[in-house]
Structures are given as C-alpha cells and as structure tokens.
C-alpha cells in the first residue's frame, strides 16, 4: 500500500516520502513553492498557536506591514544588500494586455513601474522605515512587534519544508532605549523558542552564536537553536537577533531619552518559520512513517471499530460516543475514523504513517471484555485497558508518550554529541555518524573554510553555556579560548 | 488632543480619521500598501478566530497554496483574464546585481524568468489545477478547503481597509459531486457570513444575488452579503460563487462516479477579507471614534484609576486587581491602565477614540461607596455599581451593548430601504439619503447603466428572499418580474 524508503537505505528519500505520504506538503507546479496540505498546516496551526500564545504572554503583539518593499529601501542598508542579492522575486509590472486574436497574455509595458518592488525575504526594511516614524520619545519604547506571515527567498535547490522559496513564518522586530533590554530580548526569545522545541515538540536543541562570518547580516550577535537529526547532521531551527543600533542607524530612528538628549534605539528581530515541521518530521518519525509527539499532534488519537455486520457497528458506535465525550472532556483531541469504504487493515497503516500517537480499536471481543484494544505509535506497544480506566489511562499515556519520544530524541543527541581534539579522529568522526562534535578553533574564516571543504562540517555555533577553557585549534594548533560546535547541516 | 472630523462635515475625512486615530492602520510608504497596526490586528485575529471555528465546525479544513502562480494558469480561463488583467503585481526577475562603484542594486537581466509569476489576486487557477491531481474518484468528493492568506489587486484608488493593493482575507475552495451539492455549499457559507456579521459584528446585512454582469467571471451565481453605511452607500462584505463547472472544465477535472462513469467536478468559492474591518468601523463609530461592538472588541473593559497619590493608587491597584480577577473568570478581556506618564482624561479620551464598549473607574470616592463608576461607549451613559454586582451586570450590560448596536444599525438600514416605483422620486431618495432602494428593473445591462450615470445608483443585488412580482422597470417602463436593491456603493 504505502512503502516508504527505509532510512538506512536513502536518508533523504525516506524523508521525502515521509512529507508526502503522511500528506503533510507537496510541491506545487511553481518551482520551489510547495502546497501545505491540510494535515500539515494543522500541524503549523497548532505551532502558531502555542508560539502566539508565549509572544503574548511576554508582551509582545502582532502587526502587519506590506508584502512588497521599494528597492530602494534595501539599498540603504550596505550589508543586507548582500544577502538577499542572492535572490529574491522582483515585482516590475502591474498590468497584462490580451493580444488581438489571440488569448495569451502579455506584460504591459506601459505598467512598469518606477521603482521595482521586492516580495519581503524578511521585512526589516519596511519595519525600521516605519519605525522612524511611530519612535520619537523614550515614552514610545520599548515595541515589541511580532508579524505572521509569508517571505520569498529564491532557492535553486528546495526540499519541502527545509528550504523552500515561499514559507510561512513569524518575524519578531523590537525597539529598545537600552543596549541592555534589546540583549536581553534576544535572550528571552530565545528561551521560549527552547522551550517550545523541548517542551511541545519534543525536540532537543543547542543554544549557542553563530560565529561571526554567519550571522544574519545587520546583526551584532546571532543566537540560534540548533537540532541534530537522526543521519547526525545539524538543523538550524530558529534565530534572535541582537541588531544592536545597524537598523536605527540606516533608517535614522533616534529617540529623546529622559535628559533630552537623542540616541539611536536600540534592536532586535527573530523568527522560526515552516521549517520546524520538516525539523519535526525528520528527527522522530521511522520506517513506518511519521511519528508526532502528541502536544503537537493535530489528532492524538483516533478510533477505529472493527466489525464484521451493521449491528455490531451500531453497539460499538454508541461506546466510542461515550468514549469520545470522556477524552474530549479532557482536552484530548480525537477523530473516530467509522467509515466504509476502509478496512481496519488499511486505516491501521494510514494512522501509523500518520503519526497518530493513540490508536484505540474496539471490536466484538473488546465488547465482551468491556476493554479496548490501545496501541502506542512510538514503541509499536500493544494493550487492553477497561472502559473505566479510560479516563485516566488514555491521558496518562499521551504523557508518557510526549516524555519518551523526547527521551529518544535526547538520548540520540547526546550520544552523538562528541569531543575531539584530533583532526584525524574528528574527520572519521564526522564521516561515520556525523553529530556536533565539540572543538577548538583558531577563530579565523580560513580554517573554518578549510575544514568545511574536507569535511563538509560547518561550526554550527558557540554553545552557551560554554566553558572558557584554553586550548589548540584542531586545524591550525593555533590558540584557541573555547570549543566551539561542528556539523555538517541542512 | 485628538480632533476628527464631524461625520456631516465630511463622511469620507471623518472614516479616513477614526482609522489613524483609533490605531487600526496607516497607508505604508509603498502606496497602495497598509500597514494594520496591533489594535487593527487584534480585531483580524478576533474575526479570524470566530470565522475559522465556523468554517470548521461545517467540516472545511485549512490549507496552504504558493503565493506566486504562473501566467499560463490564468490563460486558461478566458474570462477569468479580463478580470485580472485590471491590475495585478507581476514579478519577472528573482536577482539583483550591485554595480560597480556605486550601492545602487539594479535587476539582473540574466535573472529573468521563463514564464512570469503573478501574485495571488485569488486561487482559483493554482487550486484547480491541484485538484486535477487530487481528484479522480467520487471517494476523493468533497473537497472543503479554506485558505487564510494575503491576495494582491492593483488599485489605484484606495482607502484604508475597504481598497488597498493588499488583503488579508480566506478563500474557501470546494469540489463537489453534483450540482446540488454544490450550490447548498454556496448557500451556507452565506450563511455563515450573515451570522457572523449580524451576530458577531453587529451589522445587519441584505443577502442576495449579483446581477449576472456584476458577478465574478468565471462563477454561474454569485451570493452577496450587502451592509448599509451610516452615510447611505452599501458596502459589499462577502461574497460566495457557485460556479458551476467552469473551473473543473478549464483544469479537466473529472472524477468517477459510483456507476464507473467521468463527470466534471462542481465547485464554490467564498471569501471575507480584511474589508470587514473598515465596514465595522464606518457603520458603528461617531464622531468621538470608534464603537465597537464587545463581542468583537480586543478590550471589552478598561479600568481607570483616578488618584491623587500613591497611596491611594496602591489601594486601587488591590481593589482592581480583585475585579480583573472577577471579570477574567468571565471571559471578558480586561485592560487596567494604570500608567503613570498619562492623565485619567487623557486615557477617557483615549479609550473613548478606541471604541472600548465599558470603561470602569475607581477614586477615592468610589472606595468609600464600595462601588465602581461604569460608563458605556455606545450612549455615554453613566453609573454606579456596588462592588458585588460587578460579577453580573458587567457581562449583563456586555450583553445589552452588543444588542442596542445592532439595534441601532438595524433602524438605520429600516429606515434607508425603501421602495420607489418612479424614476424622480428614486432619484430623490438617492440623492437626499441614498439607502436600499427596491424597485423595479428590466433585466438589461444599458438599463443598468444609464441609471448608474445618472444616479451614481448600481443593482446592489437581487434580494433572497425575493417575491416574484410583476411591475415595470423604474427607467425603461419594460416589463420586471421582481423588484431588485439599488443603491450607491463603496
């Protein structure tokens, strides 16, 4: 029915068969933009619901600037020129003509416009350019602005989810009196980006900087959470971004502090966009499809009757009805899959590649034992609880299953994360199982270069927190304050 | 402080005022383009949240299309062209290039792509060219997707939230089996949309159907919802499409049928947009701001301390705190400001502009009764309230505000909908006070147009219900068989 490549066989067509037969996206007809199909973006649903929620929860609140920016707001800023001279959608026209006698479409060149317009990759630009009007006064500080929506970033090379040229994401742009507060804000967000990483999706992550040669461009100070897979290969999962004073400085956004004097304000921005449900997808699922811890999960458990003629499908409908009210009641989210023209057979393998963390089956015997048959997704357990116990069992479980699925997935990491002070050692370490191998470095482009040419490593970041300890650059033996942390990556 | 325009003075000012100064949104430097502010935003989330739990409890699901669609796909549908080719954002190149010696970016020619990509102005064309491969069996009906997204028309009038480059809206898009199917499909959305506007929005709204040369090309019927301003021009607020097998037809997609036969697929489309936010503000406000009705208000109760030192605002605070605590338990979303850069007419003022439907204030003399002064937005009513009744009559006076400013725009739209059998009295009426105007109309496109050149007056719809009922045409003397709603329009 549904066969899935095995991991070992081809990581990354086990992973794109992952995304399409669970039927989280597929790409659509326009060359690296994808479709989110309904149960994935029931998955984005809930990551924007949760992530909202903390944004909220820490003052911040949501806005909505333009999808298109002038050109010329870009080219004010030298460095942001750079990034996303790599490749962007250009808006030049407005309007088609029809050509007589036929039907096709041509541009309009009495439309074009005077200035090009740029689809947002990332909407500092426009922010700042606003900003400037709406900061005059200390009074007007801190904003702490957060934007959902869609960016543009043309990619020759895509993947669904991992790297697409259209994605969905939250941009956050803060403006701060102080040095001080705008660090701090970079930290806090990248704490509850941690903690929903951990926490709901279950996911491990490393906290660290981006050496200085990767940091977003504009920025003072790169944070970012960094998530290794299963194929021992890092996934940047999301940044905050310390701005310092770059953007108020392009933009000449000052503000009248209390002694009335005019200082530039100080910034931030951060986002996490689709890529986590590839992130997710990618680090928990198996040869069996898709497996979802169950607080992010869109169903987390589903029923399934089994039954040979209409009347035993009358009796077992009525119990699940009471069962259904029982889990709805306690906030457990639950689809009762009776239809037709599906076998059990057939919906037992389309939930288990689904990720469906319970699956509850209740047929004739069931019925006599006044039990239900439970399944577990993650361990592929099977038990009988009573009807009665439901209420407790069924809750209970889909902790266990969240604690476990994050135990498995920490456990991984852990033993993939690695020390080496051999270059020897850690070519063969990078080469065998990958992992973030933690090293000393010279601190200089040119051996990170060199080391990412031999080993495709990159340095993923400065871990925090990180323990200042002298030592020798695993490349260059040159002197080294700190270790820092490699692998290859998405 | 903040002075508007009187709504008699200048309708149009005083509309354009209450958006910038009650903090929904702002004109963008990129023209056409908005920018809706966090108090704007929280109002699209309010309507987002109630609209998405209808949508889904009718069983539709959401889901994500490319923002970019090749010109092809819209070549396709002959008549879907002439719509479009109005005005949309055509993006050609995805590179810049820096020059040299200067920072100006200029495109890359060598960056131009194949076919161009247009924005997004609505999905038909990429969601039926998906469903193709979606869609083969009977089994695969119906489909009931919803998508929440930006669009991009060109304009080049507009007006903040009723026309801008830009939207923020959803559009539903449903495969059907039959016909029937389809068009009862069209029927609830309209459904769905009236009682959100009268129940949630306060709005009362005329149902009906556009006449055939206003309708979305491409849709066999279009429903429309219709509100009537404060001003007496009608405001179109959504809009549901039949549209029979016009797209299945373009894309060929045919599924098979229980009796192994092909059929083409039959299908909707619907949608609300950001549009909404400027109707509820035009139709409710005054001329002191915004009203908002509470069940669609991001506050529905600010608390006011009045003090004249800090020990009575340290009393105040306790006392306060216990009342959010009361009124949270309720469900109602609470605002204390208690900041201490602001004078309480400043914040009366300020919460006056912003529509906040109760605001409670407590000073030294309220301590001493045990009570809270309660004024209401929509009549500027005053009173006292003890202490203990807090718990009920605040949700009971949410309540009543709700039903008085539905009331109010009820006998506002009574009182402007009127019939009118002869061609003067019509011209009058649409002249002096505009309204729904019921009259009688020949069924011809020149009819149509002679009225709106002279009367600035268009068919706004054909009522539903309607009684068929034979009269004569208000301009052309020709025979009618029922009678159809004119009036002036945004």
Known sequence: MHQLTKRNEDYSKWYNDIIIKSELAEFSGVRGFMIIKPYGFSIWEIMKKKLDKMFKESGHKNVYFPLLIPKSFFSKEKKHIDDFSKGCAIVTHYKFKKNKNQEKLTIDSKSKLKEELVIRPTSESIVWKTYRRWIQSYRDLPILFNQWGNAIRWEMHTRLFLRTSEFLWQEGHTAHSTKNEAIEETKKILNIYTK???????????????????????????????????????????????????????????????????EYVWSTSWGVSTRLIGGLAMLHSDDHGLILPPKIAPIQTVIIPIYKNQKELVKINEIVEKIKKILKNKGISIKYDNRELFTPGWKFHEYEMKGIPIRISIGKNEIKMEKVEVFRRDTYEKSHISWNMIITLIPELLEKIQKNIYKKALNRTKKLTIISDHYEDFKKKIKDKGGFIFAHWDGTMSTAKKIQKETEATIRCIPIPNEKKIGKCIYSGSPSTQRVVFAKSY
């Open 196 to 262: 929903f990483s951990e926490n709901i999706m279950a996911i491990p992550v490393l906290k660290g900087i981006k050496p200085y040669m990767d940091k977003f461009s504009g920025s003072e100070t790169t944070y970012c959470i960094e998530a290794l897979m299963q194929d021992g290969k890092s996934l940047q999962i999301g940044t905050s971004h310390f701005l310092g004073q770059n953007f108020s400085k392009v933009f000449d956004v000052k503000f009248t502090n209390k002694n009335g004097g005019k």
